[in-house]
């Protein structure tokens, strides 16, 4: 078990490139990662990274060992999940990322029912507004909030999101209400916009009568966190654009107008990502259903009944 555990940290650190990373990922300290990377150089006699105060590079022989090493670990976790489909207590540890509103709303709330019906299996959740790599973070699943592009993963589409534009009245009483897309970018309208390495909302994709189109839009404030945003357009800051799931209430409750609604936003989806090789794996299958189960009964409740301009 000690040999495997040296191959895994080995291929975090190669897939992280980073030893401390690493050492987080695999929930240890930096001392014990680099410990195990020397145990495995020992044993194979053979350097596996060039160290420098400022760098970690595998050597060629540890691209080389890479790709035999996660192939090992590979076979390791599909001969536990055959092992495990045959038990009747599935176990284990499942680590997922989900967008910040996704999680805190439709995903923690109900991972400790998850947790009472399946006691041996533990969860990890990580949450973030920013690209997820789902490979290179050693993730069993994510969930993604938007337009997938070309994806080598398993998808499994969750629901699709209507999107709106919306303001507090505070806002509309200074700025006035613009009517479409067209005005936002004309009357420079403050836009509160989600920023993160590769993201995309500066640019929002309206439904015009000439079909999709792309404004390219400004605002003062700019955050990674999209329940930061949701807050600002509650103070009155400017105007944000949110999947309706997110701020029905607000729009239900008066706090929150709809605003440029000749051009609405084209919806997006909720999608599961998961590795194909993680698919046999009971465990993984298991948490899947029941979180999707509960998200989607949760999505509808938070949109029953509400009114939205057509």
């Known amino acids: 078990m000690a040999y495997v555990n040296n191959i895994r940290m080995f291929v975090r650190v190669y897939e992280l490139g980073s030893m401390s990373a690493a050492a987080r990922d695999q929930r240890t300290s930096p001392a014990v990662a680099s410990s195990r990377i020397a145990e495995l150089e020992k044993h194979l006699g053979l350097r596996l990274f060039n160290r420098t105060t400022r760098s970690l590079q595998p050597t060629e022989n540890g691209r ?4 035999g090493a996660r192939k090992i670990l590979d076979a390791i976790d599909e001969a536990e999940a055959s092992v495990a489909q ?7 540890t499942v680590f997922l990322a989900a967008p910040l509103g996704i999680g805190r709303r439709f995903i ?7 947790k009472a019906a399946y006691p041996q299996i533990d969860v990890r959740l990580r949450l973030s507004d920013r690209k997820i790599d789902v490979v290179t973070e050693g993730l069993d699943l994510a969930f993604h909030l938007g ?23 505070a806002y509309i009483a200074r700025r006035g209400a613009p009517a479409d897309g067209a005005a936002l970018v004309r009357d420079r309208h403050d836009c ?8 995309t909302e500066f640019r929002w994709l309206l439904q015009t009568p000439e079909g999709p189109q792309r404004f390219d839009i400004t605002g003062p404030y700019e955050s990674d966190d999209g329940d930061v945003l949701t807050a600002w357009a509650l103070e009155g800051h400017g105007i944000v654009m949110k999947p309706v799931f997110e701020v029905a209430e607000h729009l239900r409750e008066g706090r929150l107008v709809p605003v440029a609604t000749a051009t609405p936003p084209v919806p997006t989806q909720l999608s599961c990502l998961t590795q194909h090789r993680r698919l046999r794996d009971p465990k993984i299958r298991l948490f899947t259903d029941f979180i999707i189960a509960r998200m989607r009964a949760d999505m509808d409740q938070a949109t029953s009944g509400l009114q939205l301009p057509r």
């Not at 080389?64 to 790709?67: T, V």
């Not at 509160?192 to 993201?199: D, E, S, Y």
Request: glycine residues 6%; aromatic residues 8%.
């Open 147 to 169: 337009i997938l592009e070309d994806s080598t993963l398993k998808v499994r589409q969750v629901a699709e999101c209507p999107r709106i534009l919306c303001a507090a009245s």
């Open 108 to 114: 923690a709330p109900h991972v400790p029912a998850f």
């Open 64 to 67: 080389i060992f890479y790709e």
């Open 86 to 92: 045959t038990g009747q207590n599935p176990r284990g």
């Open 192 to 199: 509160l916009l989600l920023r993160f390495p590769g993201a």
